[in-house]
């Protein structure tokens, strides 16, 4: 398992943050690599929420809520990944008050499937400037002070 980890300071606080964050559907808004994301369960988020979403080029997985600690945290697992480089991968969002904010910490550990593991450092450095255009987004719609 390899493991992208990325800080920030967000000019908002930790209950803007987690309200977009909260909003599990509303991931399209903000991050770049959504194409589209839909919810495949019911009622407000919380641990077991599932959603599906289609990403920017292409491919997509299942993103299932595994821990839910309102304005502190947030994990999710993804599954049935389909035309990805990788076949696991999870990814936590760590919220922390912060000067005048919040401090994200946000980490996305994955497994290569076996034949992107020759692409080596293009893969980890492809992966992580997608992933830094998701905290860029995140950072910008909080930023923005609109509601979910």
Known sequence: METI???RHISASP???WKVLDDFRGIERWSPGIKRARLLTDGPTARGTIRHCDFVPFG?????????????RMAVSLFDISGMPFDRAA?????????????????????RKWAAR???????????????????GL??????GRDP
């Open 5 to 7: 980890e990325i800080s």
């Open 15 to 17: 209950e803007v943050v």
């Open 118 to 136: 020759l692409a080596g450092p293009l893969l980890s450095w492809m992966l992580g400037r997608g992933l830094a255009q998701l905290v860029d």
């Open 139 to 144: 950072q910008n719609e909080c930023e923005a």
């Open 60 to 72: 997509s997985a299942k993103e299932r809520v595994e821990d839910y600690q309102p304005e502190r």
């Open 91 to 111: 990814a936590t969002f760590d919220l922390a008050p912060d000067t005048g904010g919040t401090r994200l910490t946000f980490r996305y550990t994955f497994h």
